[in-house]
């Protein structure tokens, strides 16, 4: 059974930049034929969709929002996928997730979720 | 992009009673809706897909109805466990984008 386990939690200084690793774990572990996709979701607020990528194409996709200072990267061969976002300010305090989608385009399995603060 | 706008923000209901939730897209996105249920402090977690379809395990009293821009999420006999928040989120097309959340209390 394939679980997604991200790092650890994380303080950063604002205008830092943070990197959270996504790890799929058990058999079959492998970003092959998967798309990981990446969603924030702020103390108390909801779930805000960030980008995805296609580990296959090597094709990222990112939400309008946030182009210029994410970044994220999987190789098909890897177990291991990161998601990069530079130029933290308080507003990027949120716990982040990663997912995998099925074939279908569902968000059925995600990562437990890792808390980024932003503080100086 | 794919605006979703999901109502109401907050409700209250007793146990037993039935519930919807609405989700209205910006444009047509056939049936390509997931909707999510998230319990505080909790990973959320895939309910229905494709608008209609229970995942594996989830409770029968939970249904999804809708397609085009307008779809309902309506829990029959609600009980205790059904405490959270749901989403609703669009995936026809990228950037994909998730409901603003429906807190649901008793």
């Known amino acids: 059974q394939v679980q997604l386990v991200q790092s650890g939690a994380e303080v950063k200084k604002p205008g830092s930049s943070v990197r959270i690793s996504c790890r799929a774990s058990?058999?079959?572990?492998?970003?092959?034929?998967?798309?990981i996709t990446w969603v924030r979701q702020a103390p108390g607020q909801g779930l805000e969709w960030m980008g995805r990528?296609?580990?296959?194409?090597?094709?990222?996709h990112y939400a309008q929002k946030f182009q210029g200072r994410l970044t994220i990267t999987a190789r098909a061969s890897a177990t291991t996928g990161y998601m990069d976002l530079s130029g933290l300010t308080s507003d990027d305090t949120a716990v982040y997730y990663c997912?995998?989608?099925?074939?279908?385009?569902?968000?059925?399995?995600w990562g437990q979720g890792t808390l980024v603060i932003v503080s100086s | 992009d794919i605006q979703v706008t999901q109502s109401p923000s907050s409700l209250s209901a007793s146990v037993g009673d039935r519930v919807t939730i609405t989700c209205q897209a910006s444009?047509?996105?056939?049936?390509?809706l997931n909707w999510f249920q998230q319990k505080p402090g909790k990973v959320p977690k895939l309910l229905i897909n494709?608008?209609?379809n229970l995942e594996e395990g989830v409770p029968s009293r939970f249904s999804g109805s809708g397609s085009g821009t307008h779809f309902t999420l309506t829990i029959t006999s609600l009980q205790p466990e059904d405490i959270a928040t749901y989403y609703c989120?669009?995936?026809?097309?990228?950037?994909?984008?998730f409901g603003q959340g429906t807190k649901l209390d008793i």
């Open positions: 997912a995998r989608e099925t074939a279908s385009s569902w968000l059925r399995m």
């Open positions: 058990g058999s079959g572990g492998s970003f092959n034929n998967y798309i």
């Open positions: 990528i296609n580990p296959m194409l090597d094709a990222p």
């Open positions: 444009q047509d996105i056939s049936n390509y």
């Open positions: 494709d608008a209609s």
């Open positions: 989120q669009q995936y026809d097309r990228l950037p994909r984008s």
